[in-house]
Structure formats: structure tokens, C-alpha cells
């Protein structure tokens, strides 16, 4: 149960995109096309953004956009805006209604 | 409209036990398995347990399992989080959520501090 890696933190002017990896193994990301992502602002729940690889919630614009490569998912942000300035977390399940979070990207709009 | 409302947070001292609930309201709350998930003050999110629709089957993170138990109560749409032998590292806000590979719905989160 080791979490799933990203990266720390990434950051783009408003316009542009920014993509975020999901590292994980064949027993969880790699194994399961269960992977979510979440948005957090400071403060607030997480709010659901992403799943089952790409699917977006109903009311989650199509900026965001979900993707998966062996045992690495990716969260695309198009068309940055302020309010996507957050701490970004995949999810993934790992087996057994076990569920894994990724350690976090803290998302800065320049 | 969903809603999922923590309560029971507070201050324990290490060796000690607390009780969350959540209470669901705005859908039907037995359809659903549920899971709570922690996140200890500035870090990430750590899925801690998850109980199905009907309570039968329950699953935990390693680090709680013996300690902590799931359970829910589908005629008062409540959810339960026994937390016994509670340890500082266990400090943190602590959300329940509807689902589990796709948590849709979160509640606002309660905070448990373990400390002497």
C-alpha cells in the first residue's frame, strides 16, 4: 500500500496547460482502470475531477482530461485558470476494494 | 442535494479511543459502499477504510487495521469509524466519502488530534 507517485508541484500561465503524472505498479494503476483524480483547494474537500481513467463528473468542464499509460496515469489541465490553482491527488484502486492515493501536486497558475 | 456531515473529532490522548460518524442525507444511502479518508495537517490524502452497501464486506489501510473498525447503519444513513489505541500519528482531518475507486460526494471533515 505505498503511495502512488507525482510530482510535487507544477505550474503555467493562464491559457496554458499543464500535465501531471501518476506513477504507480501493476497491481494498482497498472492493473485497474479504476484511476481518479481530485481537485483540493486549501481548506475544502477534495472534490472528484476525473474517473475510471477519463471520465469526467457531470459539471467538471472538458479543460480536464484523463489519460493512463501502463503504470502511469495523467491528469491534463487546458486552459488554465486561477481557480485551478490547487493540490492535485490520483487515486487508484489497488485490489481487493483497497484504494491508493498519488502524494499530491500542488498546481500554481503564474 | 448529497450531503455528508462529520461529527466526533476532537482531542484524545495517545492510547485513547474516539467514534466518527457521518450522517448522509440526499441519496439512498444503502446503494453506496462508503470509505473514510484521512489527511494529517499539511500532507496528502490517505484512504483509511471502506465498508459495502450492505456492511458486510470491510477493508483498511494496513496501519489501522486492528485499531480502527468501519461500520454503517443504513436505516439511520449513518456511517462509523471506531478508532481505539489511537497513536499521534493518526492526527488528522478525517473525511468520509460516498464510494470508493470514484468518491463523488465528500463530507466538510473532522479534525482528531492524538497528542499528551
Known amino acids: 500500500q505505498s503511495a502512488l507517485t507525482q510530482p510535487p508541484s507544477a505550474s503555467g500561465s493562464p491559457g496554458q496547460s499543464v500535465t501531471i503524472s501518476c506513477t504507480g505498479t501493476?497491481?494498482?494503476?497498472?492493473?485497474?482502470?479504476?484511476v481518479s483524480w481530485y481537485r483540493q483547494h486549501p481548506g475544502k474537500a477534495p472534490e472528484l475531477i476525473i474517473y475510471?481513467?477519463?471520465k469526467r463528473p457531470s459539471g467538471v468542464p472538458d479543460r480536464f482530461s484523463g489519460s493512463k499509460s501502463g503504470n502511469t496515469a495523467s491528469l491534463t489541465v487546458s486552459g488554465l485558470q486561477a481557480e485551478d490553482e490547487a493540490d492535485y491527488y490520483c487515486?487508484?484502486?489497488?485490489?481487493?476494494?483497497?484504494?491508493?492515493f498519488g502524494t499530491g501536486t500542488k498546481v500554481t497558475v503564474l | 442535494e448529497v450531503q455528508l456531515v462529520e461529527s466526533g473529532g476532537g482531542w484524545v490522548q495517545p492510547g485513547g479511543s474516539l467514534r466518527l460518524s457521518c450522517e448522509a442525507s440526499?441519496?439512498?444511502?444503502?446503494?453506496?459502499?462508503m470509505t473514510w479518508v484521512r489527511q494529517a495537517p499539511g500532507k496528502g490524502l490517505e484512504w483509511v477504510a471502506s465498508?459495502?452497501?450492505?456492511?458486510?464486506?470491510?477493508s483498511y489501510v494496513d496501519s489501522v487495521k486492528g485499531r480502527f473498525t468501519i461500520s454503517r447503519d443504513n436505516a439511520a444513513n449513518s456511517l462509523s469509524l471506531q478508532m481505539n489505541s489511537l497513536r499521534p500519528e493518526d492526527t488528522a482531518v478525517y473525511y468520509c466519502?460516498?464510494?470508493?475507486?470514484?468518491?463523488?460526494?465528500w463530507g466538510q471533515g473532522t479534525l482528531v488530534t492524538v497528542s499528551s
Open positions: 465498508v459495502e452497501e450492505h456492511g458486510g464486506d470491510k
Open positions: 501493476s497491481n494498482d494503476v497498472g492493473g485497474y482502470n479504476y
Open positions: 487515486s487508484s484502486s489497488a485490489g481487493s476494494n483497497n484504494l491508493v
Open positions: 440526499g441519496f439512498t444511502f444503502s446503494g453506496y459502499r
Open positions: 466519502g460516498r464510494g470508493l475507486t470514484r468518491i463523488d460526494y
Open positions: 475510471e481513467v477519463s
